[in-house]
């Protein structure tokens, strides 16, 4: 069962370094996000920096959310869903799979990328390893609830738009701590009760997502 | 081991597509199932293959004394569709050894499937270069990588040349051979020897004989002796 699994994340990683798409479009269009604010809010490093955190932290939902229309609609729709419910492996371990891919061709590139964008908005040094700290504990919340919105419209051509007002919502709650973590930092407060917060987001997540988003491939594939 | 199927009704959509669909396929049998477009052939597979949840009835396959049905069943199906679950941005090895690694083998099993099919020669090639009938060639080798029981096949032979057709025909028998069992949607004849037959109309289920393998007597509780057994369809006349 472990070695199924593992050839499904390994067939994800593999598609998303072929067609280029998923992980490094995610990337750049977060990185172009970033960027663009200090054009536009101008370069007051004060300003900036009290507003680090939460930019990063918008920029990576929005980036998660790019590839998530596609994460089990292509599958839907060249029929390899079908072929994977026939697999010998219950129907969340391959969503979980899958799930574990999206966050490593997306969630974990934005992980890496998010403390050098946060020095470059002129985030403070001694916050940056909360920046890491938070992403790390944050990301996966995204893959996860990501997961349900993509499954939710797996069957429905054009569903990019849908996924996103489904899930944006979903990402509230990591967004809040998250930037809440990197913020307390900033301002030399305590920062682990919002971080063990975000972390119980994605625990929570992890628990739930799986089951929820195998229950609407079912009904997709009716 | 035997596939039986029980008072399956399904739905789609509201309307009902076949009602009180009851029959046996014992090992080493293929089904044939035949019928207009609409008469419900692909909609029977789905429910078989655990897709479609049936209105009413069940399906199982009898192993050992054992009743495997629902989630149980499914590992022991394979199912080759209208779509053949083809990634062209992978190799057509490549395809194929994501199927071996998920049924848990080796990439031993690769080779034989590609030169069953005739498609050694495209193993590198990448699969979005394959044509309609490499596409479904690619689909039916993953029936061999998998090494499953019950193979569920909806229009195989559709977009195969006369060759190719013949070669898929031969894998059906040399499945049954071996003590597997296929269901086949098809409007040819396969030329397999001595295969079930199932004739769906729409809205209504008339059996039709396969060279006396079909009792048309009211259906029992336990007609363990009869290979296949339908009943038909809320009581009406056979066809």
Known sequence: MVKALGAIVARDLLLALRLGGGGAVGLAFFVLAVVLIPLGIGREGETLARIAGGVVWVAALLAALLSLDRLFQADVEDGTLEQLMLADLPLEAVVAAKTVAHWLTTGLPITLA??????????????????????????PALSLAGAIGAALTAGIRRGGLLVSILVLPLYVPTLIFGART????????????????????????????????AWALRITLR | M????????????????????????????????????????STLLRVIAGFLPPATGRVALIDRGETLSGAALQPRLAFAGHMDAVKPALSVAENL???????????????????????????????????????RRLGL?????????????????????????AAVSALVARHCDAGGIAVIATHLDMGLHDPLRLDLIPERVAPQGGEGALDPAPKPADADEDPFLVGPADGGAFR
């Not at chain 2, 039986?4 to 076949?18: E, P, Q, T």
């Not at chain 2, 199927?99 to 034989?112: C, N, Q």
């Not at chain 2, 029936?143 to 195969?160: C, I, N």
Request: glycine share 10%; charged share 15%; hydrophobic share 50%.
């Open chain 1, 114 to 139: 998010a403390p050098l964008l946060a020095l470059m908005l002129n985030l403070p040094l001694g916050s940056v390893p909360a920046m890491a700290a938070a992403m790390l504990a944050g990301t």
């Open chain 1, 182 to 213: 990197v913020e307390n930092a900033t301002l030399d407060l305590p920062w682990s009760a919002p971080l063990m917060l975000t972390l119980a987001i994605s625990l929570g997540a992890a628990a739930i997502a799986p089951f929820a988003a």
């Open chain 2, 2 to 41: 035997e596939l039986l199927i029980d008072n399956l009704c399904a739905r789609r959509g509201g309307r009902s597509v076949f009602d009180d669909l009851s029959l046996r396929v014992p090992a080493g049998r293929a089904l044939l199932v035949t019928g207009p477009n609409g008469a419900g052939k």
């Open chain 2, 97 to 135: 050894a994501l199927w071996a690694g998920i049924a848990g083998r080796d990439r031993d099993a690769i080779e034989p499937a590609l030169s069953a099919l005739g498609l050694e020669a495209m193993a590198g090639r990448p699969a979005g270069e394959c044509s309609a009938g490499q596409r």
């Open chain 2, 141 to 165: 080798a993953r029936l061999l990588v998998a090494e499953r029981s019950v193979w569920l096949m909806d229009e195989p032979t559709s977009s195969l040349d006369a060759g190719s057709a």
